[in-house]
């Protein structure tokens, strides 16, 4: 249930840093339009996510309501009916229908169909409560910006969207929440870029919705879960459970295990110590136990690639290097500073494992 | 060899008594315990990340950790948990060098009352340029002058990186942060030339006998000047170079060119100071125009050709002091 019947709260997932100021865009571009529309309109960004480090997954919020809103300063959506994703690995690595709205609906920036993306929601509790999956392609932020741009403190440009205006054409034309007319008169320059996403956008119902779920709503709605205040400390060579990071991941490092001379550069090079180098035959199978014991993250039985080049699992097969896949971010130096660049970046969504969902307990 | 600089007095050299320090000699020979383990919230690219996994790869088992406010503290420390293996301890931006030196006396205490029989903890300081060059900089040269026997490292991201990039003492000319945004009125962002903190401690403090610059480019070196520093007794100063994607505005995967490019174009040198004495580490062979490090950051993108000869001016007159000015090899 929403704080209040009329109240649409829309959720945007982003990356931090790099699509900090596309995420805003959307949020500050929709209450605006809304609010000529003669809504009631709030737009906010959540601070517990720490929007200041590159590519973290963040949140920035909208909400819309056609009388006065009557919690103001409640500073989280808790029951979205929207949902946008500005990129489909968001999907894989965090619950983003967490407290989703019954008939609510999930747009992702992607390539790919929304059926794909379907099947990425699948494993989630709240999917029988979502009616409608939306993709389009609107392009990438994915590109370093200047200081000015995803930063706190800072101001955007008005007139200079691009995949957020393909984005909120493509949010008029799914949910109609505002309408195309006025997106455009708001922002003028952009408005080639909304017509694209009106007219690109692909959607798809949710084959599994039930507007009488209510099985995920006893968990969803104690406010707060069991909270682990205290994490122990790590041990030497062990890892933080309090911050698993492999959710920032856009691309996967997967080494090619026979070019590999294991020189160790990668090993040295990495800030997140995710790669291990695997001395010898009982050190192998040793490490093979601990990632099998990592709870099927980085799933041997993945089937876009062979178990070795997962980065997980096997010692059998010779390999020299292991990614710690469940904390790996996904920065590139690896793949970058290897001299035999036998390291390749590979989309994350092109694995049907490792999945990991990570809710924060607090 | 480059001479003695005049600032340090040209008497200074007697011995060099950083000795019985284990050496790194490549890659393959470092140690491979991680005492800063993964799961930490700093950005993917972190370059100070890695300066801290390789200082802690370094120091190893037997060392504590203090750490001023920063991307260093925070990142790594949200929602109560820390990724280091080793105790740690948050400190104020401020006093940083302050805490360090408890610690040490406090041992020592303990040492002199028969409290504690174990070996002497490896005490480091983890602050970055604003915890040792601004803020931070009255606790350093406290701790500095009194003469403990700590190590304070300064990992040198240029701005204010944690709350959102604002300028620091550190930061480069022509740099864009969000205190310094380029206009009209000043059109390359930031007017003033950056400290040098290395001079800074090496001539205001005459108990510190080791001091050297790093760079997270170069890892062997960097964790041998750990190792140097630890292993002699009493107050040492590392400043290690450590790019930011996010604030410098480039790729999360270049990282370490960032930082190889920096040391290649002038812009960072490697070398250690010990009793005085100066020691280049690594001098490039070819050296490369600024104009290279500041076409490769979206922090400089604003720069006109006069303001990167301004920069390069700069540059060369650093190097000149050390002895590296050679000529550019037309390309």
Known sequence: ?362 | MPETIKWLGSEAPTEVRIEGYQEIKNVKDAPDVEYYVPGHRTCAGCGPALAYRLTALASGKNTIFAGPTGCMYVANTSYLCGPWAVPWIHTQITNGGAVISGIEASYKAMIRKKKYDGEFPNIICFAGDGGSADIGLQALSGCMYRGHDVLFICYDNESYANTGIQTSPMTPYGAHTTFTPPGPVVPEGKKTFPKDLLKMVAAGHPAVKYLATASIAYPVDLMNKVRKALAHKGPTFMHIHAPCPKGWAFESSKTLDIGKLAVDTGMWTLYEIVNGQVKVNYAPRRRKPVAEYVQAQGRFGHLTPEMTERLQAFVDSKLAELGLLVPIPAV
């Not at chain 1, 909208?62 to 500073?75: F, K, Q």
């Not at chain 1, 409608?132 to 590109?143: E, I, N, P, W």
Request: aromatic letters at 6%.
């Open chain 1, 1 to 362: 249930m929403a704080l209040q019947p009329n109240l649409i709260e829309v959720t945007v997932w982003y990356r931090g840093v790099v699509e900090g100021r596309l995420a805003r865009q959307v949020t500050n571009s929709l209450a605006d339009a809304a609010q000529t529309e003669g809504s009631y309109v709030q737009a906010f960004d959540n601070y517990t996510d720490l929007p200041d480090r590159v590519y973290v997954p963040c949140r920035s919020y909208a909400r819309i309501c056609p009388e006065p809103i009557a919690e103001p300063y409640t500073y989280v959506n808790s029951n979205p009916s929207l949902v946008v994703c500005t990129d489909a690995a968001l999907v894989k690595g965090c619950n983003v229908l967490k407290g989703i709205d019954p008939g609510g609906t999930l747009i992702v920036n992607t390539r790919r169909d929304p059926e794909f993306v379907l099947g990425l929601v699948k494993d989630l509790p709240q999917k029988a409560r979502l009616k409608k999956v939306a993709t389009l392609d609107a392009g990438t932020a994915h590109q370093p910006n200047t200081p000015q741009g995803g930063i706190e403190g800072s101001t955007e440009k008005a007139g200079t969207m691009r995949t957020a205006a393909a984005l909120l054409g493509a949010i008029a034309k799914v949910t109609g929440m505002v309408s195309l007319e006025t997106l455009t008169k708001k922002a003028p320059a952009a408005a080639e870029m909304m017509a694209h996403g009106y007219a690109f956008v692909r959607e798809l119902a949710n084959p599994d919705y039930d507007p009488n779920d209510t099985a995920s709503e006893a968990a969803e709605f104690g406010r707060r879960g069991k909270v682990d205040l205290i994490v122990p400390a790590p041990l030497p060579n062990g890892s933080q459970e309090g911050h698993i990071t492999g959710n920032y991941r856009l691309q996967r490092p997967v080494v090619d295990q026979k070019i590999c001379t294991a020189c160790k550069i990668c090993w040295v090079s990495c800030p997140d110590a995710c790669i291990t180098m695997v001395k010898d035959d009982e050190a192998a199978a040793a490490a093979a136990a601990a990632g099998e014991a990592d709870g099927g993250l980085d799933g041997g039985a993945d089937g876009a690639v062979p178990a070795a080049a997962d980065g997980g699992g096997s010692a059998a097969t010779g390999e020299k290097v292991k990614v710690n896949l469940k904390y790996c971010k996904g920065c590139g130096i690896c793949w970058n500073v290897c001299p035999l660049k036998c390291i390749k970046p590979v989309d994350e969504l092109d694995f049907a494992g490792g999945v990991v969902r990570i809710t924060y307990s607090i």
